[in-house]
């Protein structure tokens, strides 16, 4: 605990001084090259060649390298605030936040400032988006992963306040990470050898809290049969951590911040005092001004626990960072069941974790953050460990909570499309020569899906289309009917018109019987 002041931090023009315009690879056959960063500084003819990103876990320079993709170049160019892209010849497509580019697309800087994912013929995703322009590759993350500018200033604040001795008030959603930060502050200061404790306040009452924080003495109340020392004793010379500070009892409040203004702790039902020094740092997600306003918490403690103040910035603001965080769980989950040769570079297959799949759960709102992702990375690795392919577009349909409001802005395509995307799966030979999807009418893509009883991969075949094409022309034609819009009444009623089959009654709805089949598990119409 200390009396110095508040810590100054750069104003926002000084961090936003100092940013360009950056591809990220968020997905890749080989994981270890996620993430990988290359800054635009010009015109870019981007293929599985060139030109090369910089691998941050390392600082080497590497182009994308699989095999799948094609010399032909993708051309990404500059234009004032803007960026081009002009999709390449036909062996390479692009998905562009879930529009299949047929020609030449501007994105201004609002898109950019959201991020714009790439996804490069179903193998490779990027993130286009504004970073650093410079980057400190290998240097300590305190295990905060991911590229991004706002993680990036966290990790300066860590290093900022690290060794001063001052509290740490850390503020953001909640999920977002916010013991992890207080850990790695401890690790950095003259503290890291002593005690490190956490305390969530949120769990506490009144009597309970101010037992936990400053102990008791036998007989202090009620079942208070012997002594108990508090954490600020315990942390003496070392770090205590107050988890949801903002849950603190008004009453517990008075008391803490006698003991941040004196160092003095006196246990609940003692006579005498105790010296301590103890580093506090609090956090929370709520309105701690709002509550100040309302009675609900004091101003004084606010500005005692507030030297050093950190704003940790929720999931959806930092989009560049959810795929190397998803491959960075994955590995975790998949390392826990002695499972990590999924997350081994696959040349030839399908990779376990689809660019499709990334750029879709790049495109989730994630309210819950990286605690949600987690979550839903653990549930992935519990359903996939006994497949060797992975198709999880109908899985993250019961893993992700509907949207509250939506991601991306008015007029920006709708990202749905990752919901049937998939990587192609091309053979060990030469590559196949596919045809340019704008060479398909809707008639004729309509003609195919009911000879092929709808089923995506026979047509893909028969109308010489990768299955990212195809999926791409299906997903926006307005004439082909999907699964996801069928509701539970109509299906009941033509699977009893089908007398069961499932195969009929694909038909009669014009989808096919294993989206059916994926939608009425869905509605829970089957187990």
Same mark, same amino acid.
């Given at each position: 605990? *200390? ?10 023009? @000084? ?17 270890? +090259?996620?993430? *990988? ?12 060649? !060139? ?30 605030? &803007? ?9 390479? @497509? ?53 590229? !991004? ?7 300066? /604040? ?39 404790? &956490? ?44 988890? @949801? ?31 301590? /020094? ?25 500005? +005692? ?88 577009? *109908? ?79 299906? @997903?926006?034609? !307005?004439?082909?009917?999907? &699964? ?44």
């Amino acid at each position: 605990m *200390s009396d110095e002041a508040t810590v100054p931090r750069p104003t926002t023009t @000084e961090q936003r001084a100092d940013v360009v315009p950056t591809l990220t690879i968020i997905a890749h056959p080989n994981p270890e +090259r996620v993430p *990988s960063q290359l800054r635009i500084n010009g015109t870019l003819q981007l293929s599985r060649s !060139s030109p090369a990103f910089t691998q941050l876990s390392d600082g080497h320079p590497r182009p994308l390298g699989d095999r799948y993709l094609s010399r032909s170049p993708v051309i990404v160019k500059p234009e004032g605030d &803007a960026i081009w892209v002009l999709p390449g010849e036909r062996r390479i @497509e692009v998905i562009a936040d879930g529009q299949l580019l047929t020609e030449p697309v501007r994105y201004d800087a609002a898109d950019i400032e959201r991020g714009v994912i790439l996804v490069l013929h179903g193998r490779v995703a990027l993130l286009l988006h504004y970073g650093p322009s410079k980057s400190l590759p290998g240097i300590d993350t305190f295990g905060l992963e991911g590229c !991004s500018e706002a993680i990036e200033q966290v990790r300066d /604040d860590i290093r900022i306040v690290g060794d001063l001795d001052v509290p740490v008030l850390i503020r953001g959603e909640s999920g977002t990470g916010k013991e992890l930060i207080a850990r790695a502050i401890h690790r950095e200061s003259d503290r890291a050898d002593r005690r490190y404790e &956490a305390l969530n306040m949120a769990t506490l009452s009144a009597p309970l809290a101010a037992s936990e924080l400053f102990g008791h003495v036998r007989g202090a109340f009620t079942g208070a049969d012997r002594h108990h020392t508090g954490c600020f004793v315990r942390c003496h010379e070392g770090t205590l951590f107050l988890d @949801e500070i903002g849950e603190t009892p008004i009453d517990t409040q008075a008391q803490l911040l006698r003991v941040l203004e004196t160092h003095d702790v006196r246990p609940v039902g003692g006579s005498s005092a105790q010296t301590v /020094d103890v580093r506090v740092i609090a956090a929370t997600d709520a309105n701690l001004e709002g509550a100040v306003d309302q009675d609900g918490f004091r101003e004084a403690l606010l500005q +005692r626990l507030a030297g050093f103040r950190i704003t940790v910035p929720p999931l959806r603001a930092r989009r560049v960072d959810i795929g190397p965080l998803l491959y960075h769980f994955a590995r975790a989950e998949l390392e826990s069941i002695g499972m990590t040769k999924l997350l081994e570079p696959t040349p030839e297959d399908q990779p376990w974790i689809s660019a499709a799949t990334v750029a879709r759960l790049t495109s989730y709102h994630w309210p819950g953050n990286v605690r949600e992702l987690r979550n839903v990375v653990r549930q992935l690795v519990i359903v996939g460990r006994y497949q060797t392919e992975m198709s999880l577009g *109908s899985d993250l349909d019961a893993l992700l909570r509907p949207r509250a409001e939506p991601l991306l802005e008015a007029g920006v395509p709708s990202p749905d499309i990752y919901e049937t995307l998939e990587s192609p799966r091309p053979s060990a030979g030469a590559r196949h020569n596919y045809r340019p999807p704008s060479e398909v009418s809707e008639a004729q893509l309509l003609e195919v899906l009911r000879a092929n009883d709808y089923r995506l991969a026979p047509t893909a075949k028969a109308l010489n289309l990768s299955r990212t094409s195809l999926y791409a022309l299906v @997903e926006h034609s !307005s004439q082909i009917r999907k &699964a996801a819009d069928i509701g539970a009444e109509e299906i009941t009623a033509a699977v009893t018109a089908a007398g069961g089959k499932l195969t009929v009654a694909a038909t009669a709805l014009e989808v096919s019987a294993h989206a059916l089949k994926l939608r009425m598990r869905a509605l829970g119409l089957v187990s």
